[in-house]
């Protein structure tokens, strides 16, 4: 309408400014101007963009089919550059997502997790990790069992797996429709037969949590035939073992839906044997610098990253990887020195104590002590603002009272909030801050 207004305006000898149309109008120029150009543009970029949006949606549905599940959006970020070689942002992923209605697959929380026990250190088995997972590959092999339901019926089979924590690579595992001995045996044996030259001589830590399969003589045996040194969880505390928890919730995640399709244990079987292996060769993963996990091991092993560019960028046009490698390891070096410099202090420390009962009951009374005065001071805190409000409820009433007897031109001036600074009759409302 203003467009059509400033064109009749054009040819009048005498007629108003585009700036004055516009200003009648109540139209920026910076708006008309862009309106402008957008009807000159009516088949041009918007319509290239468009296209553009459309061929990566498309690539987003190809990775969804490939995996099998909605990742989230910086699995969809590595995908890109991986597959298809298509550098993208993580912000343009999470916008591209939201276009399509693609919800990522969340773990779902279990009602067990996050319920951790901190026992006295000489009432648990011993944890030699420590929650330090990322000492280095085949160093510290996590391992767990969990149950997956298949079927109508929800009939449950059970998995172990073994897991290298530093590459997050599975490197052994069993499925069975019993959690027995036989169960963690035959992981193990698979990890062994597949991965043993690498593991031995390691100076390699199994650790698992504290269930009747792992503690059992039969698999200490197996270990220390093998020369693996036992690490265990401490009781009930999920967090010691959190890298193999962590895989166990995202792979039901991504596929728990999908084993309920299977009409027999051996179609679940074989399905979460072929996730496995994808997970293994095939999953990128952001925290491996988008290589899988077998990928991953490679890399870190000869140096080599099995890449030609980098999110678009060729490898020659950047500096050697050696280098940047070197320099990593070595600051990994010193911060790992630092820290079992001052592991072994407070170690040392620790067994320093350990050696005296007397000691013992000392430091056990102190933690006792402390907390006692943590609760007390609560208490005196929480008895000191009681006092406090019911001081103010006292107040408030009183600002009640007087309400109920103010004519009715005081109370049509109160209305208004800014006046009741006047009147010390209601200045309780400035004792009241915080509370809302």
Not at 45 to 71: C, H, T, Y
Not at 338 to 348: L, V
Request: proline share 3%; hydrophobic share 35%.
């Amino acid at each position: 309408m203003a467009d059509a207004f400033i064109g009749r305006q054009a040819g009048k000898k005498d007629g108003l400014s585009t700036t004055q149309c516009l200003c009648m109008f109540g139209v920026s120029r910076s708006g008309y101007y862009s309106w402008i150009e957008r009807q000159k543009d009516t088949k041009g970029s918007r319509v290239a963009k468009q296209e553009s949006r459309n061929e990566l949606k498309e690539k987003f549905r190809q990775i969804v089919r490939k995996l099998g599940f909605v990742p989230g959006k910086r699995t969809f970020q590595t995908y890109m550059w991986r597959d298809f070689n298509i550098s993208i942002s993580v912000k343009r992923c999470r916008t591209l997502m939201k276009e399509m209605n693609l919800a990522a697959n969340k773990p779902k929380k279990d009602a067990y997790k996050h319920q951790a026990t901190h026992d006295h250190e000489y009432a648990s088995p011993e944890n030699r990790v420590n929650q330090n997972f990322y000492v280095g590959s085949r160093k510290v092999i996590l391992t767990d069992i969990t149950y997956l339901y298949y079927g109508f019926a929800r009939t449950p089979i059970y998995l172990c797996a073994f897991r290298d924590a530093y590459t997050k690579e599975i490197l052994g595992h069993d499925i069975d429709t019993h959690m027995t001995v036989e169960l963690v045996k035959n992981a193990y044996n698979a990890m062994m037969e597949q991965h043993g030259k690498e593991l031995h001589g390691a100076q390699c830590v199994i650790h698992s949590d504290q269930g009747s399969q792992y503690l059992s003589t039969t698999f200490q045996a197996l270990l220390t035939d093998d020369g693996f040194v036992q690490s265990v969880s401490g009781r009930g505390n999920s967090q010691d073992n959190a890298p193999m928890e962590s895989f166990f919730g995202r792979m039901k995640c991504e596929m728990l839906d999908l084993i309920a399709l299977c009409p027999d244990s051996e179609t679940a079987k074989r399905m979460v044997s072929g996730y496995i292996d994808a997970y293994n060769n095939e999953h990128y993963q952001y925290a491996l610098a988008g290589l899988t996990p077998s990928e991953y091991y490679a890399y870190i092993t000869t140096g080599i990253y099995p890449m030609d560019n980098y999110y678009g960028i060729k490898a020659t046009e950047l500096m050697p990887i050696g280098a940047l490698v070197t320099a990593r390891l070595n600051a990994a070096t010193a911060k790992n020195k630092k820290a079992r410099a001052s592991h072994a202090r407070k170690k040392e420390a620790a067994q320093e104590i350990m050696k005296n009962p007397t000691m013992v009951v000392a430091r056990d009374q102190r933690v006792l002590q402390r907390e006692i005065s943590k609760w007390t001071r609560s208490k005196k805190t929480a008895m000191l603002q009681v006092i406090h409000l019911k001081e103010v409820l006292e107040k408030v009433k009183q600002a009640q009272n007087y309400l109920l007897s103010a004519p009715a031109k005081l109370l049509k001036e109160l209305s208004c909030g800014q006046s009741w600074s006047k009147y010390p009759e209601l200045a309780y409302i400035y004792d009241m801050r915080e509370l809302f």
